[in-house]
């Protein structure tokens, strides 16, 4: 079954404006002309920040226009388990995140039960040689991973 998302969706007539982030796969007709840049998330593709059910996201899309990146920092956000942009890592671990893993660049990740994966500082102000319980999430982000069709 092929789905299509045209971005913004606007409600009117009685229709409800979905509430959740657009799904990785889901074939998005991006508002405007998108531009191009490189991406850390694949090292190519469309990118193209816009608002969705009121919060801002930066969405990549491949030559076929399917969602294989969507991030966020927008502080109203909250992932399935009710996460948001400041959450502890406490409470990451708490509903149910894997532990912290360190990418080649320093940075901490985590990935949440509900598909999210979540980007955590060292602490505070980056000062921490180590992650701490108090260290906060920046930003939530989902990818397409490399054997995903």
């Known amino acids: 079954m092929k789905r299509i998302l045209v971005l913004p969706i606007l409600s009117f007539f009685g229709c409800s404006i979905v509430t959740t982030a657009p799904e990785l796969g889901t074939r998005l007709v991006l508002p405007g002309s998108s531009y191009f ?30 969602l294989i990146y969507i991030s966020t920092t927008d502080q109203n956000f909250r992932t399935p388990e009710g996460l948001g942009v400041g959450s502890t890592l406490e409470v990451l671990l708490a509903k149910g995140a894997s532990q912290p893993i360190a990418d080649a660049f320093g940075r901490f990740y985590t990935q949440l039960p509900s598909g999210w994966s979540a980007e955590i500082t060292l602490g505070s102000g980056d000062t921490e040689p180590a992650l701490q319980q108090s260290s906060k999430v920046i930003r939530y982000f989902k990818k397409k991973s490399p054997s995903s069709p």
């Not at 840049?37 to 930066?58: C, N, P, Q, V």
């Open 37 to 66: 840049f490189w991406s850390a998330s694949t090292a190519s593709g469309r990118t193209h920040e816009t608002k969705f059910a009121g919060i801002t996201y930066l969405v990549e899309v491949d030559k076929s226009n399917r």
